[in-house]
């Protein structure tokens, strides 16, 4: 399981800074890539989807904006696993680690608890490597 949570980072990343993107600029070497990510019980899908695309959204994103260092976020949800993912990128560890004092995803996370979503714990990345170089 932890392998699909590293292949889709690097996904993620690909998609932000691969080679395929002009005019990317390589990250910052302290860059660091913060995976959140939570399973939801399968009757409860389209709830968890839609709490996703509307109130996360509005809540959260503004949110993030305002904090320092944040490079870029992407939410994904994988229907055959039931999982949810976060996966954002920041300049430095101390940027990322501001995400875990936000009252808004704090009252979120709680918000998708009480419909059964179990997260594990957030884990923060330092970047080894990358795409350009």
């Not at 070497?29 to 996703?52: F, H, N, Q, T, W």
Request: hydrophobic share 40%; net charge neutral.
């Amino acid at each position: 399981m932890k392998k699909s949570i590293v292949l889709f980072a690097i996904f993620m990343l690909t998609l932000n800074c691969g080679p395929k993107t002009d005019g990317m600029k390589p990250l910052p070497k302290d860059a660091v890539v913060r995976i959140s990510l939570g399973y939801y019980p399968s009757e409860k899908e389209g709830l968890v989807e839609e709490k996703l695309q509307t109130v996360f959204k509005d809540k959260i994103m503004p949110a993030v904006k305002r904090l320092n260092g944040n490079i870029s976020y992407y939410v994904g949800m994988d229907k055959q696993t039931k999982s949810i993912t976060n996966v954002s990128i920041w300049e430095n560890r101390e940027d990322a680690l501001q995400m875990k004092s936000m009252k808004e995803m704090a009252e979120m996370a709680k918000d998708f608890r009480e419909i059964g979503v179990e997260f594990k714990e957030i884990t923060n990345h330092e970047m080894i490597w990358q795409l350009p170089e």
